[in-house]
């Protein structure tokens, strides 16, 4: 049985106040929630102020970036190490902003994705379509390539202990949201395409589901087989919303 991991992506959101109100919200509304790992990942300058509010509960931190070096004349960037200084274990790779503002380029994403790996860090691997690409049955190829730029430099086994999340691009923060049956059936590919390579890996990868999830909308999205939790942006800044979707992952599980 797969664990689902209901993770927040804070974007470039924050202050030292909203962090506080935040996290002692989420630690309160969460306390003796079970069945679901719970992620945030805040602006690498809050990753202190979050490891210590962080430092009595379940949930785990993370952090939006990395770089593929651990020290160096690497002007504004963030090693590994120095994540995993702050506590940081889940670390968001390939994100759609980060490939379109950044212009990384998916053998870039894979080599964030072995950094990772090599440091002892979990990749949160996102992956997802274009609306013109959707619109042009291109989403499962785009996919499938993002996969493959880690799956054949590093192996399929690779993607063990690995999060990957899907995330329709037009669905981002635009208040649109594929169905639970399309993101499903999306899901479903997805591991299927990895089953091609090694079924054991597919059956216990976790996938997660981002774009507009939201408390109204968790409980039908991880009613489905092949949806393992929520990369959640939007939603992941107010606590009693974010702790609603998760709570509607642990709730899934039981059913």
């Not at 306390?31 to 990942?41: H, N």
């Not at 499962?140 to 690995?162: F, K, T, W, Y």
């Not at 208040?175 to 390579?197: L, N, V």
Request: net charge negative; charged share 20%; hydrophobic share 45%.
């Amino acid at each position: 049985m797969r664990r689902p991991l209901v993770m927040g992506n804070w974007k470039l959101n924050g202050s030292k106040a909203m962090v506080t109100e935040l996290l002692n919200g989420l630690n309160a509304e969460l306390k003796g929630v079970e069945g679901v790992d719970v992620a945030v990942a805040p602006p690498v300058m809050y990753l202190a102020q979050a490891e210590q509010l962080l430092a009595d509960s379940a949930i785990k931190l993370g952090a939006q970036n990395v770089d593929t070096h651990n020290s160096g004349a690497f002007t504004g960037d963030i090693s590994a190490e120095m994540l995993k200084d702050f506590g940081a274990t889940h670390i968001i790779i390939g994100h759609s902003e980060r490939r379109e503002y950044h212009q990384e380029s998916d053998e870039f994403v894979a080599q964030k994705f072995a950094f990772l790996k090599e440091n002892g860090l979990t990749p949160v691997l996102c992956i997802g379509e274009s609306e013109a690409q959707n619109e042009a049955g291109e989403t499962l190829a785009v996919c499938a390539r993002q996969l493959d730029a880690v799956i054949q430099s590093q192996g399929v086994e690779a993607l063990n202990g690995a999060i990957i999340a899907y995330e329709p691009i037009w669905a981002i923060g635009t208040g649109k949201a594929a169905t639970a049956e399309q993101a499903q059936e999306i899901h479903a590919a997805i591991r299927k395409h990895i089953a091609s390579y090694s079924e054991d890996v597919a059956s216990k990868v976790v996938i997660q589901y981002g774009g507009s999830v939201k408390a109204g909308n968790a409980a039908e999205l991880f009613a489905m087989p092949d949806i393992d939790g929520a990369l959640v942006g939007g939603a992941a800044l107010d606590a009693a919303g974010f702790a609603a979707i998760a709570k509607a992952a642990a709730d899934a599980k039981k059913a």
